[in-house]
C-alpha cells in the first residue's frame, strides 16, 4: 500500500534522527517506486570518511545495485533537506522523476534556493519537485544538531569544513 507524502517524510526524518544519534548531520532519504521502499539510509560522511556519503547518494547507489541499473525513473525521492548541487545533479542524471524535500537548504540548496538544477530546462532530465513537506520538524532537528555542537565546542572532524 503506497503511503503519501508525509508518511514517507516521517520514515526520512526517522532515518535523519538516526544519523543524530550516531554524529552525522541528520538528513535521511529514501527512494519509492509504486509504493515500495527500494532503498533508504542517512548521511554516513563521518562513518565513510567519504565526502559524497550524502544521504540522496548512498539511497541511489543502493537502488541501482538491487534494481541492476542506474535508470531509476518512475521513483519519488523523500529527503529532510533540499538536495547540494552534487546531489540534485545525481538525481537529474538517475532520471529519478519526482523529488520530495522538507526544509530548504540557503547555503546550498539546488532545486530551488541557489540553483535549480532539478528543473533546469538545459539538461536532459527534470524531475518534478515538492517543497516543504514536514518542514518545520526538518530544520528543527538540523537546527538543534547544529547548536548542540556549537555547544560543544563544535563538529565532529578532523579536517576543515
Excluded at 104 to 132: C, M, W
Aim: with cysteine; charged share 25%; aromatic share 4%.
Amino acid at each position: 500500500m503506497a503511503l503519501n507524502d508525509e508518511q514517507y517524510m516521517e520514515i526520512a526524518l526517522q532515518l535523519a534522527e538516526e544519523a543524530y544519534t550516531r554524529g552525522e548531520v541528520p538528513i535521511g532519504a529514501l527512494l519509492v517506486r509504486d509504493g515500495e521502499i527500494l532503498a533508504q539510509d542517512h548521511n554516513r560522511r563521518e562513518e565513510l570518511k567519504d565526502a559524497t556519503a550524502h544521504a540522496e547518494i548512498l539511497v541511489l547507489r543502493k537502488a541501482g545495485q538491487s534494481l541492476g541499473g542506474w535508470r531509476l525513473l518512475g521513483t519519488a525521492l523523500y529527503v529532510t533537506l533540499e538536495p547540494c548541487p552534487m546531489c540534485a545533479g545525481a538525481l537529474v542524471q538517475a532520471r529519478v522523476s519526482r523529488l520530495v524535500y522538507g526544509a530548504r537548504d540557503p547555503k546550498a540548496g539546488a532545486a530551488a534556493s541557489l540553483y535549480n538544477i532539478t528543473s533546469d530546462p538545459r539538461l536532459n532530465h527534470r524531475l518534478e519537485v515538492n517543497e516543504g513537506i514536514l518542514s518545520e520538524r526538518c530544520a528543527a532537528l538540523l537546527q538543534d544538531f547544529f547548536k548542540e555542537r556549537r555547544d560543544r565546542g563544535g563538529i565532529r572532524n578532523t579536517g576543515t569544513l
